[in-house]
């Protein structure tokens, strides 16, 4: 069985800072990737970061110069440092792996930011 989890989400006036960490537990095939994403209110999920086993990131054009991903070599972890955070950015924060055959989703870690 593998568990996502997820941590560090919180409350954060406008232009504060956050960093979530997602952490992969158990037995997997081999991780292409881990993933964040956010959803909100009655919106579909979408990808805001990601990086690949080799260490290549993706960013979502809205947090590009503000989010950085990073990751252990050798665990199955995947951190999540956000600057200048903007009220636009509240919304629940979901870590994913992505492994050569499946997809595990974390619970999300709720992060709100006050104007």
């Known amino acids: 069985q593998v568990k996502v989890v997820e941590s560090g989400g919180g409350t954060v006036e406008s232009g504060g800072s956050l960093r979530l960490s997602c952490t992969a537990i158990g037995s997997f095939a081999s991780v292409y990737a881990m993933n964040w994403y956010r959803q909100f209110p009655e919106k579909q999920r979408e990808l805001v970061a990601n990086?690949?086993?080799?260490?290549?990131?993706y960013y979502a054009d809205s947090v590009k110069g503000r989010f950085t991903i990073s990751k252990d070599k050798t665990k199955a972890t995947a951190d999540l440092q956000m600057n200048s955070l903007k009220p636009e950015d509240t919304a629940v924060y979901y870590c994913s792996l992505l492994t050569v055959w499946d997809e595990y989703w974390g619970q999300g870690t709720r992060v709100t930011v006050s104007s």
């Open positions: 990086i690949t086993s080799n260490g290549d990131t």
